[in-house]
């Protein structure tokens, strides 16, 4: 197997209570659309094929996506790009122009997408590949048109699923492909070795991450095998008072909205602002979201209205992200920069 088995996230990481705040978001994540051709059963999209839940399912427009390039270019740089969100990003069929209109702004050199891969054509890997793609995670939802059906709610012609991430693989250039698999759609050690066996040569890495409780709007309806116990990358996973997502990324949604972690499904409420009325930067440096950070190190995150309820930061916690035992550092250099 050429592949490493090894979860996708940086391992090279700085200890974060060293460095905030910082001056510009490491990670944003745009969502490219809304729409999802999956219903996955642990999806938010599940559950507005049934009407329980109200999602806007549009793509991001051309215009939308300029204001924010413009609006980053405002930051000394940022860490990366990732097109994530309530959708499938390579279902907005404009994804590589928008990833080619950021990098030809300079607003950074890493553009990652984390998709289903259904749409993974071989026009599109091209598309993708010349645009300046650096990171493909692809997300499967089991090893058979059988399985996909069960989980995803869709029929799926999983021995072509494998031929374009084969295709995908083999025209990579420097882009780095993560393919992975949640624990929940597999059955067996023996499924296990066999997602190994199948995909440990035509990816870089390769993982069976853990199900989570990542999306709040979905807590009542996780059954048992969804638990915040583990980390998505199967690691136990630390209590922490202040969630860290906070303080180093942003999430923007195909209408604008701006929301201050990666978390999917965020009510309205929530957002920090939307990027139509005040720009990122304003945001980034703004009272909502500074009043928010000081609450999280005060200690009062459980009596947020979204945060206290939320248990998505248990999905990923490193030791270098934790914030907890630098508390009133922390407090103290935020004071000293302030809001606008």
Request: with cysteine; proline share 4%; glycine share 4%.
């Amino acid at each position: 197997m050429n592949a490493k088995i090894e979860g996708g996230y940086d391992h090279n990481r700085r200890k974060l209570s060293d460095i905030v705040p910082i001056e510009a978001p490491f990670s944003v994540f745009i969502a490219a659309t809304q729409k999802c051709n999956f219903k996955c059963f642990y999806c938010t999209h599940s559950q507005k094929e049934k009407g329980d839940i109200d999602l806007n399912t549009v793509h991001m427009d051309n215009s939308l996506l300029e204001k924010i390039v413009q609006q980053l270019k405002e930051f000394p740089s940022v860490g990366r790009i990732l097109f994530t969100g309530l959708g499938e990003p390579l279902a907005n069929p404009n994804i590589p122009n928008m990833i080619r209109t950021l990098k030809k702004a300079g607003i950074t050199d890493r553009f990652e997408i984390v998709t289903n891969a259904s749409l993974l054509t071989h026009e599109m890997t091209d598309k993708l590949l010349d645009a300046g793609l650096t990171y493909l995670r692809v997300s499967l939802q089991g090893l058979s048109s059988e399985k996909y059906l069960q989980i995803a709610g869709v029929k799926v012609n999983f021995d072509m699923l494998m031929e374009q991430i084969s295709y995908f693989y083999n025209k990579k250039r420097n882009c780095k492909l993560y393919v992975k698999i949640m624990d929940a759609c597999l059955d067996s050690d023996e499924d296990t070795q066999r997602f190994y066996d199948l995909f440990g040569n035509i990816s870089d890495q390769v993982f069976v991450e853990h199900i989570v409780k990542a999306q709040p709007q979905m807590l009542e309806k996780y059954n048992e095998n969804v638990t915040s116990e583990k980390t998505f990358f199967n690691e136990p996973a630390e209590i922490r008072q202040v969630c860290p997502f906070a303080f180093y990324t942003l999430q923007i949604d195909a209408e604008g909205n701006v929301f201050p972690c990666p978390p999917l499904g965020m009510p309205k409420s929530f957002s920090l602002g939307n990027v139509n009325d005040t720009s990122l930067h304003d945001i980034w440096y703004g009272k909502k979201l500074y009043d928010l950070q000081m609450q999280h190190l005060n200690l009062k995150r459980c009596m947020h209205s979204v945060c206290g309820q939320c248990e998505n930061y248990l999905c990923f916690t490193p030791a270098e992200d934790n914030l907890d035992l630098e508390r009133e550092k922390i407090i103290h250099r935020l004071e000293q920069r302030g809001h606008v």
